[in-house]
């Protein structure tokens, strides 16, 4: 597992533990969405590495995959990479502290590639936020999850909840993103210092 993949697993085991989900399984199926184009299967794969999770529901196996990297912003929209939605939903993006910042509109099920996500709430800044697959459990195509709500009644009753891996915790991938004119991040390793854009 890469660094950034264990980092991302630790934020969001820390949000699962600040928030109080714990894991579940279920699924319903779901219908298309607009505005985003599904994946041309004979592109190449993208260099990040992507972590695959799954749930199980009535023999029948669901999974999500997400790619989101790094990235310069103006602030009122993020960019996730690619992600594979094996019973459709939505693509979410959360603030450290588990805010919902927004989410894309219904996809169907399927792999799609550089999905807009626009921000309900605007980043300023830099920060690191966490793109997740969830799915449309009530089947309205309305993305309607609700942290507080599923606290309270538990991930496998949560509308609209997270795609779950084997472990229980939801499928997602951590990005630093840089809004505006905010200055870029350096890090040194190794004798080598790296710049994101």
Same mark, same amino acid.
């Given at each position: ?75 009122? $929209?993020?960019? @996730?990479?690619?992600? =594979?939605? /094996? +019973?459709?939903? &939505? *693509? ?57 709500? $599923?606290?309270? @009644?538990?991930?496998? =009753?949560? /509308? +609209?909840?997270? &795609? *779950? ?33």
């Amino acid at each position: 597992m890469t660094r950034k993949a264990t980092f991302g697993a630790l934020v969001f085991t820390v949000l699962l533990i600040t928030t109080g989900l714990s894991g579940a399984v279920g699924a319903t199926s779901a219908q298309s969405g607009a505005g985003v184009e599904p994946a041309d299967s004979s592109a190449a794969p993208l260099a990040q590495e992507t972590t695959t999770q799954g749930n199980e529901t009535a023999n029948e196996t669901v999974t999500a995959n997400v790619t989101f990297t790094d990235q310069r912003t103006n602030g009122s $929209a993020v960019t @996730v990479d690619e992600a =594979n939605l /094996t +019973d459709g939903g &939505y *693509l979410v993006v959360f603030a450290q502290n588990g805010t919902v910042l927004g989410n894309s509109s219904y996809l169907e099920p399927g792999t799609y590639e550089n999905v807009t996500v626009s921000l309900d709430t605007q980043i300023n800044g830099s920060q690191v936020v966490i793109a997740a697959p969830h799915m449309d459990t009530d089947g309205d195509q309305q993305f309607g999850f609700n942290a507080t709500r $599923a606290a309270e @009644v538990g991930a496998e =009753n949560a /509308t +609209d909840r997270p &795609y *779950l891996g084997p472990n229980g915790l939801p499928v997602g991938e951590v990005a630093f993103v840089i809004a505006g004119d905010a200055p870029n991040r350096t890090t040194t390793a190794a004798n080598r210092t790296t710049t994101t854009a």
